[in-house]
Nanobody, 125 residues
Framework: EVQFVESGGGFVLAGGSLRLSCVAS????????IGWFRQAPGKEREQVSS????????LYSNAVKGRFTTSRDNAAKTIYLDMNNLKPEDTAIYYC??????????????????WGKGTLVTVSS
């Protein structure tokens, strides 16, 4: 069974940091483009970042650029999202998702092959 499992969410004060991890099982991730998405209460799911299969190309949304960093370890089947200088508006459920044959600049919510179940990040002021 293929699974993507996120962890590392929690409660943090504004200005704080968290590291999210997404661990894959049941497959290798070497050929997968990975995206981090988030969904805040009452809002649509939005893409936070994307990373190419070899990790060399990364894209961030304007909302998190300069504060969040995505990386991956294909041997460990793990993708990371380091979040710094967190703001209350970053409060959301964070999901990792994976897709075959997708360019890192061309991910979309409806075109992903696998999704994790998400991890909740709450940022308080």
């Amino acid at each position: 069974e293929v699974q993507f499992v996120e962890s590392g969410g929690g409660f943090v004060l504004a200005g704080g940091s968290l590291r999210l991890s997404c661990v894959a099982s049941g497959l290798t991730i070497d050929d997968l483009t990975i995206g981090w998405f988030r969904q805040a209460p009452g809002k649509e799911r939005e893409q936070v970042s994307s990373i190419s299969s070899n990790g060399r190309n990364i894209l961030y949304s304007n909302a998190v650029k300069g504060r969040f960093t995505t990386s991956r370890d294909n041997a460990a089947k793990t993708i990371y999202l380091d979040m710094n200088n967190l703001k209350p508006e970053d409060t959301a459920i964070y999901y990792c998702a994976a897709a075959y044959l997708k360019d890192y600049e061309d991910l979309d919510y409806g075109g992903m092959d696998y999704w994790g179940k998400g991890t909740l990040v709450t940022v308080s002021s």
